[in-house]
């Protein structure tokens, strides 16, 4: 689902919010953005940028994910699993919208790139998805903020030993990239996926929803055909100064050493809407948690029956996880708070409850550990394991690995006659409107 079928999606479900006024994106968008952080947002003019638009919360919220694949929301980590165990090649067209507008010049400074917090760094893209080929495994998209430095270079966070950086570090020229910004919600969600080095995640895109592609014009790259706007360039090996940039935490990332991106050629849609994704705000969280329910569920299903994953946002969609299991052994439960670690290596706190808790809502995962659990008898604890480098409270230590202690809370009743007094009463369900309520 593309950025333009979204928001007629949203429009027609009444879940768009839609901002005629014009906007600032220095400080004021963003500020926008905070305030209805988890909706969708269509802004309408943004100052000093007379025809753009630009769109937030395409990711906000679990049900744009589960219209973008047309499934239902607790099936969409099972779409993910079968599009990571099934990619499918896309292809290319020789006609795409996202180069129905070629610039004559390149000037970052004329595009709406918001600058978020006073503190920050300086203007971002949050949203831009960069696909490059390395030389061994072939072509990689993902996720980089771009900090603008002036009219044709960014600087661009590269995680170490992620895709990007490894292809990066093995070239000593310049690595071509193509950076594609408001890609369709499938391809979002393929770039924040981590799957073997050498599969295309484009490929895993077009097997969760239809992805066609076109061809760059001036490097030898791919990217989604239906974008709204794309830069094409090089990422150098010239570092400098990026940051600071607010992180998935919602805390201050530090100022790093990194490397110099120069765009060569911009194109775009007619009538371009930019896509603002918020730091640390639930389309963040979305894209980075979502991915990672998948390896979880794999990995916990290999050791007992698993039925759902819930990567939380209170946890910053990163670092808490809650495992939904069928418990069929005594242990299962500590079984599972062990795999699920496996599953996800930044986990740092899980819970696992019964099929009978909703794993979307956080009271009744409450109740589940405030009824079912003791902490002498179903807590696992395990000092000094391998962390988030994300986490402010651990261990962090130059040129080495994150250190943390994990937790995992066994919130499961026991099995069998022991059950009784665990299980929730439940009231029949009535109709309301039979009562003159509306809801
Ligand atoms: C919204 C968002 C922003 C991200 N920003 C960055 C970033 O600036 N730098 C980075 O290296 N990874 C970033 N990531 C993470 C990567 O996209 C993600 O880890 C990806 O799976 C890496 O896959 P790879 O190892 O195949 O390259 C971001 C992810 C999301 C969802």
């Known amino acids: 689902m593309n950025v333009r079928s979204f928001i007629t999606w949203a429009g027609e479900k009444g879940a768009l919010i839609e901002i005629e006024r014009a906007v600032d994106p220095h400080l004021e968008l963003a500020r926008v953005m905070c305030a209805l952080d988890g909706q969708a947002v269509l802004f309408h003019a943004l100052t000093g940028f ?61 595009l709406p790139i918001p600058r978020y917090h006073p503190d ?49 570090g093995k070239v000593t020229g310049d690595l071509p990239v193509a950076i594609a910004i408001d890609c369709p919600i499938q391809v979002l969600l393929a770039a924040a996926m981590s799957p073997p080095k050498d599969v295309d995640e484009l490929s895993i895109a077009h097997a969760l929803a239809p992805t066609p592609l076109m061809r760059c014009q001036t490097v030898d790259l791919e990217v989604p055909a239906e974008a709204e706007l794309i830069f094409e360039g090089r990422i ?55 991915p990672r329910e998948p390896t979880i569920f794999a990995a916990v299903n290999e050791v007992c029956r698993c039925t759902g994953v819930h990567v939380t946002p209170g946890g910053t969609s990163w670092l808490h ?16 708070i062990w795999a699920a ?71 499961t009743a026991p099995l069998g006659k022991a059950r009784q007094g665990y299980e929730k009463v439940r009231y029949g369900s009535v109709d309301l409107g039979q009562y003159g309520i509306k809801r």
């Open 120 to 168: 920050d760094g300086g203007r971002y893209v949050t949203a831009g998805v960069a696909v490059i080929k390395d030389p061994d495994f072939g072509r990689n998209i993902s996720f980089h903020r771009l900090m603008v430095l002036d009219e044709t270079r960014f600087a661009a966070r590269l995680v170490e030993g992620r895709g990007t950086h490894t292809a990066w």
């Open 50 to 110: 007379s025809g753009w638009r630009a769109v937030a919360g395409v990711c906000a919220r679990r049900e744009h994910f589960a219209a973008a694949l047309g499934c239902a929301v607790p099936d969409v980590i099972h779409r993910m699993a079968d599009a990571l165990a099934h990619p499918s090649l896309p292809p290319v067209l020789d006609y795409g919208p996202c180069q129905e507008v070629t610039e004559e010049r390149v000037d970052l400074t004329r």
């Open 341 to 411: 670690f496996r599953g996800h290596s930044s986990l740092k706190h899980v819970v696992v409850v019964d099929t009978d808790v909703d794993l979307y809502d956080p009271a009744d995962v409450e109740w589940a550990i405030a009824t079912r659990f003791q902490a002498d008898r179903d807590l696992v604890v395990l000092t000094d394991q391998p962390g988030s480098s994300l986490d402010p409270s651990a261990t962090q230590t130059p040129g080495q690995k994150t250190r943390t202690t994990k937790m995992g809370l066994d919130a």
């Open 236 to 290: 150098t090996h010239t570092l400098t100064e990026e940051g600071p940039f607010p992180d998935l935490t919602g805390t201050m990332d530090i100022v790093r050493r990194q490397p110099v991106v120069i765009i060569d050629r911009i194109t775009h849609r007619r009538d371009p809407i930019f896509h603002a994704l918020l730091p640390g705000g639930m389309e963040h969280k979305n894209l980075m948690g979502m």
């Open 321 to 336: 996880a809650v495992v939904q299991i069928e418990k069929q052994h005594r242990e299962d439960g500590r079984r599972a």
